[in-house]
């Protein structure tokens, strides 16, 4: 046995204590008072103690119920010397009233002494304190071996039932709080997680919305300022508040697909690269998509022409979609040079997270993003799970 276990105090005082049921704490008291009411029965009985023989009695019952509390109290507060302490006096206090003709108090204290050693006390302290009571009852009982053997292990085995049983419920009751504390960091956790989505959505639509009006209403600017047509710097109004509706609907189909309610990701596409006047091809049987997988398609789309506009506005761009087995890719590639829309102004616009916002969309999916510079263009693969 290792020195830890009979130094260790019974894990009963370790776990935050259960809420006792009003009934199991009237049992108790009622128990208690039962018990206090037996002991002083049966001490005076017969008469035997009368006056200052019995005052001498009571003084010692009242002494022995204060040190049963203080041994109470000390181990509620794991400080042992104290509790040795208060043992060791009620073994003088029984011996005592063995001496005074109180053999039932004297047997009840080095029996109940017994018991709550083994319930409260380290092993270290509680196999001496229990031998020294038991030892005691056995020495001063007038009772049969066999009775006298018989009350001894049967004690004994009390008091390490109640341990272990106490330790089991103390367990039990520090596995459940570990349990609550599990779940409330796992809900936590998924409510973190939710944020974080609804900070990607919410991300992902202005960028895609607000930027595209962005590019629109700098270039109606540098038009002015350059003195162009006023038909021309109309077109590009007229663009900006078309982008401004479309932003607008992209904003319910955010809301409908955080609740998972959204069109197929080809028919999206495909009237988003119409409206771009971008070439869209699909390779592959389309296949459902799920949510995640759709919106990580979704969006790295709507970034990934936004950029086109900022950075290479007027360039062509193909889109390709291709269901493989087990996983979807999307490709967009920008192969055309920008064509006189002041590129290097309008690039200045936006938050500057799209591209670290696709690829962590990816990698949370468990795909990849891959973008860099292809052929005098960019081109942007986006890889995820379907």
């Known amino acids: 046995m290792r020195l830890e276990t009979l ?26 008072l039962l018990v206090i009411g037996v002991i002083v029965s049966g001490t005076y009985a017969g008469g035997r103690f009368t006056g200052w023989s019995a005052f001498v ?29 208060v043992v060791a006096g009620l073994l003088v206090t029984a011996m005592l009233a063995r001496h005074g003709q109180a053999t039932l108090l004297a047997n009840a204290t080095w029996c109940g002494l017994a018991v709550i050693s083994l319930l409260r006390l380290p092993l270290a302290a509680a ?13 001063a009982s007038g009772d049969s071996f066999l009775a006298v053997v018989a009350t ?24 459940l709080e570990q349990e609550r504390a599990a779940r409330a960091a796992e809900a936590e956790s998924a409510a973190l997680a ?7 959505e919410i991300h992902d639509v202005l960028a895609h919305s607000l930027s595209a009006q962005l590019v629109h209403l700098e270039a109606a600017r540098l038009m002015l300022d350059g003195g162009a047509d006023r038909e021309q710097v109309r077109e590009r109004v007229v663009a900006a508040r078309r982008m401004a509706q479309d932003g607008l609907a992209e904003t319910r189909q955010a809301l409908s697909a955080l609740r998972g309610e959204f069109t197929p990701v080809g ?18 049987t389309a296949r459902p998509l799920n949510a995640e997988a759709g919106l990580a398609v979704r969006r790295t789309a709507q970034e990934s022409l936004t950029n086109v506009r900022k950075h290479a506005p007027g360039g062509r761009v193909t889109l390709r979609l291709a269901y493989l087995e087990g996983t979807v890719e999307l490709e967009v590639r920008n192969s055309g040079a920008p064509r006189g829309e002041a590129p290097g102004e309008l690039a200045d616009s936006g938050s500057g997270y799209g591209l670290l916002g696709m690829r962590e969309r990816a990698e949370l999916l468990g795909g990849e993003l891959l973008a860099g510079p292809d052929e005098g263009g960019w081109r942007v693969l986006l890889r995820v799970p379907r």
């Open 127 to 139: 196999l001496p304190a229990c031998a020294a009571a038991l030892g005691s009852y056995a020495a």
């Open 7 to 32: 130094t260790r105090w019974p894990s009963r005082v370790d776990p935050p204590r259960e809420r006792t049921s009003r009934p199991r704490q009237v049992l108790t008291v009622l128990g208690r």
């Open 152 to 175: 001894v292990c049967g004690l004994l085995l009390l008091g390490y039932l109640l341990r272990l049983d106490v330790e089991a419920r103390s367990t039990a009751a520090r596995l």
């Open 194 to 200: 939710e944020r974080a989505r609804i900070a990607r």
């Open 57 to 85: 009695v009571g003084l010692r019952l009242l002494v022995t119920g204060c040190l049963f509390y203080g041994l109470h109290r000390t181990t509620e507060e794991n400080r042992i010397r104290p509790a040795l302490a």
């Open 267 to 284: 028919e999206f596409l495909a009237e988003l690269t119409q409206r771009e006047e971008a070439a869209f091809v699909v390779e592959g």
